[in-house]
């Protein structure tokens, strides 16, 4: 569990590092109080995408990881960040991120991030 809550905030101050950085990620919203429950709400759906979606589009374009020695991965982290904007639509959060390649340097951005953080954050084990 403690795994899973610093894994959550990791994921949302590294959105928030997007959102910081690319004026086409956007997080719209009143007090900074209502936006940083958004972060975390978006960062739980970022969480869940990649925990579920994640690993079954990894296993059907794995021949495109091949092919490409692994740069495909920015592709599939820039489409797990476009869809969690929509489902952050649907859920009615103030996400949003505005077309692929935004996606894409957003993925990148969240990876190294969310890479560092939690290299300095504890570990639940």
């Known amino acids: 569990m403690k795994n899973f809550l610093v894994k959550t905030i990791a994921n949302a101050g590294a959105l928030a590092v997007a959102v910081w950085l690319l004026d ?18 978006v960062a739980l759906v970022f ?18 990881f091949i092919l490409t020695l692994g740069l495909f991965t920015l592709v599939v982290n820039a489409l797990m960040l476009l869809l969690t ?13 505005d077309g692929f390649w935004t996606a894409v340097l957003g993925g ?18």
Do not use: C, R, Y
């Open 24 to 41: 086409k990620i956007t997080l719209t919203g009143g007090s900074t109080g209502e936006k940083t429950l958004t972060l975390i709400v």
């Open 47 to 64: 969480g869940l995408v990649n925990m579920v979606v994640k690993p079954i589009v990894q296993v059907l374009t794995f021949p495109l």
């Open 85 to 97: 904007s929509w489902v952050a639509d649907k859920l009615d959060l103030s996400f949003h991120v």
């Open 108 to 125: 990148l951005i969240v990876s190294i991030v969310s890479w560092a953080l939690n290299a300095f954050l504890p570990d639940g084990d």
